[in-house]
């Protein structure tokens, strides 16, 4: 396959994409539609802290071989939070973060710093990660992690300060030219990745689809849009392994393109719907993994975004909050004993010659190995996995734990009594992939990785087949009862 180099002609096209936005957003006044009356006791409040962590730490996203150290900073990190009190004197708070994961230890590390030094509670903090795959380790036991977590969390006390009389609006538009489902059929039967190079007419047709739709929620106060967040479900994985600085890839550039027009105290919460089969990469065009790509993206899902601003209509002024949490039991998935003997196998050569070198993406055979013989002795345990949903007015927002395929988010949205619902994964800790359960079955007959596919390989994902199902299930039913209280 031919990989075309990055074009200035897709960022002009992407410039002009945003200009047009800008013209359609100025020659409207209808982000300023919400009225007084609609805030009901409503108070929000926003604020934003650069994290970034000094270079020569790790970072996270990649297989690196034996060195991940970060070699500098191409664009800040940044914690963001809103915190929102309702007119029944109840507080929530959501904090999105510009790193890959958070495990559930920090996530607890991190609501129980806030709780401890405010008035909001530790189980009434969403903590999502934006799945940059530039940014740093969460695991509390790598150097200065705890600080740098803490240091993005202290978003919140700052938002928290700054609560304010708010009205909401809502608005939706769709962006189709940013994602693509990243699991392909061959016409010989065999599933593969679009970060593999192909022949043409090799690829038969992606297995599975994409949500496009943008969603925000647009922050007034004082008859003036100072915030909003934005809802999209895409891999930020424009950079791959070869990529050495820090970078909140194309978030950082959706960010950036809002604020050229709405000003640079603007702020912009990104939240990355359900995205683990979904990725910015077409795999006709091939992988381009440059910071102008990153641009493109997000300028153009800074369009999209502005799009649903402009037609934003309000919400309703009830100002209730509400919070429901419940802790799903899932099974860790089963590893074979053909599997396991397979892995031994890989161990040992693994210990003559050692781990392979960098690989932009994927995962190599050899740490696949290393997890299937990890699995195999904790295969018959129980874990429990936060499902949180939230009710601010009548928007409804669910934050669902590691990396949910799209048609999970579709799913909620689609059953939930709240005509105003935003999904999110990677939120309250990190568990790797929930695929759904036919994509198992999606490729040849065998074991070994990749077989079907990255994502449903066991080590990258690492719960019974299923799992998704039933947290997604979780989700609509805690909403269902949430509306109905």
């Known amino acids: 396959m031919k990989i075309r180099t990055f074009s200035p002609g897709l960022l002009r096209k992407a410039t002009m994409a945003f200009l047009m936005g800008t013209f359609l957003l100025l020659s409207c006044e209808t982000m300023t539609n919400t009225k007084d009356s609609q805030h009901s006791g409503l108070q929000i409040g926003y604020a934003e802290v650069n994290y970034t962590p000094p270079v020569g730490l790790n970072l996270v996203g990649n297989y690196r071989g034996n060195d991940y150290a970060s070699r500098g900073i191409h664009d800040s990190l940044y914690g963001k939070a809103m915190v929102a009190k309702g007119n029944n004197g109840e507080k929530i708070a959501i904090l999105s973060v510009d790193i890959c994961y958070i495990t559930k230890e920090s996530v607890d590390m991190m609501r129980d710093h806030i709780a ?55 608005g939706r538009s769709k962006e189709e030219r940013i994602s693509h489902n990243r699991r392909l059929k061959a016409v010989d039967g065999t599933t593969h990745m679009v970060w593999e190079k192909f022949e043409p007419g090799y690829i038969e047709k992606a297995l599975g689809g994409k949500d496009p739709e943008v969603i925000t929620i647009s922050i007034e106060q004082e008859g003036k849009v100072v915030n909003s967040i934005v809802n999209f479900g895409c891999h930020p994985t424009t950079l791959t392994g070869n990529n050495w600085s820090y970078s909140a890839d194309y978030p950082g550039y959706l960010t950036e393109s809002i604020q050229k027009i709405m000003g640079k105290d603007f702020g ?22 440059t910071y102008q790509e990153c641009q493109r993206i997000g300028y153009l899902l800074g369009v999209a975004a502005m799009e649903a601003m402009r037609n934003s209509k309000p919400v309703s002024g009830n100002g209730n909050i509400k919070v429901s949490r419940k802790q799903v039991p899932i099974k860790k998935m089963t590893i074979t004993d053909e599997q396991y003997e397979w892995a031994k196998k890989i161990m040992k050569r693994v210990e003559k010659e050692g781990m392979p070198e960098l690989q932009p993406d994927g995962i190599p055979n050899e740490l696949y190995a290393k997890w299937w013989m990890e699995m195999y002795e904790v295969q018959n345990e129980i874990d429990k996995l936060e499902v949180m949903t939230m009710q601010i007015s009548d928007i409804a927002i669910v934050g669902l734990p590691g990396e949910m395929f799209n048609e999970f988010g579709i799913y909620i949205k689609k059953n939930s009594p709240y005509e105003n619902t935003i999904v999110v994964n990677l939120a309250n800790g990190n568990y790797r992939y929930f695929p759904t359960e036919i994509s198992f079955s999606q490729g040849p007959e065998g074991f070994l990785p990749m077989i079907t596919g990255y994502e449903t390989t066991p080590g990258t994902t690492i719960y019974e087949i299923g799992a998704g199902e039933k947290l997604a299930e979780s989700a609509v039913n805690q909403l269902k009862k949430m509306y109905g209280s």
């Open 268 to 289: 912009v919460l990104f939240l990355n719907a359900p995205n683990g089969n979904v990725t910015q990469v077409d795999h006709k065009v091939g992988f381009l993994d």
């Open 116 to 170: 401890s030094d405010s008035d909001i509670k530790a189980e009434n903090i969403l903590i999502h990660a934006t799945h940059t795959h530039s940014g740093p380790e969460s695991e509390l036991d790598a150097p200065e992690a705890k600080e740098y977590l803490q240091r993005a969390a202290n978003a919140i006390h700052r938002a928290n300060k700054n609560l304010a009389p708010a009205g909401l609006s809502i």
